[in-house]
């Protein structure tokens, strides 16, 4: 019993310090920075919760469930099916509710506010199941569409409002790069920590730290929110909405080259594990410094990029990025030793800042044609129906690892592996990132924001 109290009693200490230093962060850059910027900063914070709560659900979900609650696997397979398809919904259907959304705060900033600490508090309850076994299932189920709702409550709400606040060119790419750095931060803090935290102070600990640190990330961000008055609200129903986003001529070849782009942001992390056991032959722990290698290295050069977009314009620059990503990823075909492949990781990490936080500027213009076009803001109903169209990314994730793996004879936990399987992994860490940054790059071709300029 006071092994425990001094266990919960230590976690809550490490939890008050971390929220006491983030707190002390942002009252030291308000003495140090001019209010613009601080704003912008705040605002870009959002993305920092983001991370931690989407990379510790995806890595370590699962596992809790099925191996240490030991829910059927195939409960679990299916709520995420369920789970999916209304993921899909939500986000149209919240982004054009918040379009036509009238009042005297916004019509964004109350989405936020109301659902901050729900959302905290549900993510905390997904550690924290206070059901029977025979109820775990359904449990499960509920708690993670309360989680997605919540979440594209507030982070699509959050997004929409990026094209309104930062109109120029300039200030989006610096703000995109604010937003993607704490994105990453919050990511590496999201698959580290929860092994840390749970081993030693159990998961509901870590379900209250990581609650915690959510609750606080998106109030910073919520004080940097502003909205303009004076807005057009949309008056048209919602599946004409829906139509209206793909007669815009700039969306489609966005959006089937943001697919492909973030397919490869998924799939490659996906590959990596395979690749490193099978392939090279490295400990576990040398797998973490390749990945974290990636993220570490797109920090910094997300400032680069975002220098490159002010002089270039986003389509320049989103050329350049996946083009020289192209040349680099066959190197992974070819290497042979963890120095090898870190050298080449390092370099891919530098390079897909680009593509990352040129997503979120070349979504903006895309907005501000509509804006043109129709007279109307409709932030929400754009940034909904591109996360819709991702969201199949982490389907054509699996389908195209699993079909790769299984037609090239790989057999699994078994270190010998056929030489056409460790030809298939080598294929899936270079060449189907090829394929996928080719469409891309052809997509991105037929882009029409900026191509006067670039011509």
């Not at 809790?64 to 995420?80: E, R």
């Not at 916004?106 to 109820?135: D, Q, T």
């Not at 959050?158 to 606040?165: H, K, S, Y």
Request: aromatic share 16%.
């Amino acid at each position: 019993m006071k092994r425990d109290l001094r266990k919960h009693s230590k976690s809550y200490l490490y939890g008050n310090c971390i929220c006491f230093l983030m707190l002390f962060s942002v009252r030291f850059l308000r003495k140090e920075i001019n209010m613009t910027t601080l704003k912008k900063v705040a605002y870009s914070f959002g993305n920092f919760p983001i991370g931690i709560m989407l990379e510790a659900f995806g890595t370590y979900v699962m596992f809790f469930y099925i191996d240490v609650l030991k829910v059927d696997p195939s409960f679990i397979s299916l709520a995420f099916v369920i789970h999916g398809i209304i993921f899909a919904i939500f986000n149209p259907l919240i982004g054009y509710v918040s379009d036509k959304t009238e009042t005297r705060w916004g019509r964004r900033r109350p989405y936020i506010a109301f659902g901050i600490v729900p959302l905290a508090l549900v993510f905390y309850v997904i550690w924290s199941p206070f059901v029977s076994k025979e109820f775990l299932p359904a449990y499960f189920l509920t708690v993670i569409i309360l989680f997605d709702f919540l979440y594209v409550l507030v982070g699509l709400n959050l997004a929409a409002l990026f094209p309104e606040m930062f109109p120029s060119l300039e200030e989006r790419a610096q703000v995109s790069a604010y937003r993607q750095m704490f994105g990453i931060l919050g990511s590496i803090i999201g698959v580290v920590l929860p092994p840390i935290i749970y081993s030693r102070y159990g998961w509901n600990v870590l379900g209250i730290i990581f609650g915690t640190l959510i609750a606080i990330g998106f109030f910073i961000a919520f004080y940097g929110c502003e909205e303009k008055k004076n807005i057009k609200i949309p008056s048209i129903p919602v599946l004409t909405a829906f139509k209206y986003v793909f007669l815009n001529k700039a969306f489609l070849p966005f959006v089937v080259g943001g697919f492909f782009a973030k397919f490869l942001l998924t799939s490659v992390p996906a590959a990596i594990p395979f690749f490193t056991k099978y392939v090279l032959r490295i400990p576990e722990k040398e797998v973490s410094l390749l990945l974290g290698s990636i993220f570490v290295t797109a920090i910094p050069m997300m400032l680069v990029w975002s220098k490159i977009t002010k002089k270039f314009g986003s389509r320049k620059a989103m050329f350049l990025s996946i083009g020289f990503l192209i040349l680099v990823f066959p190197a992974y075909f070819f290497v042979n030793t963890f120095v090898e492949t870190l050298i080449v990781s390092v370099i891919f990490g530098a390079l897909l800042a680009g593509v990352v936080m040129l997503l979120d500027v070349m979504l903006a213009e895309v907005i501000d044609e509509d804006t043109k076009n129709t007279g109307m803001k409709r932030e929400g109903m754009y940034t909904g129906v591109f996360g819709f169209i991702i969201r199949f990314g982490y389907s054509l994730q699996g389908i195209v690892i699993g079909g790769i793996l299984k037609l090239s004879g790989y057999i699994p936990n078994v270190l010998e592996q056929p030489s056409s399987a460790i030809l298939g992994i080598r294929f899936l860490i270079s060449g189907v990132p090829v394929i996928a940054l080719l469409i891309a790059f052809i997509s991105f071709w037929f882009y029409p924001i900026g191509r006067k300029e670039n011509a």
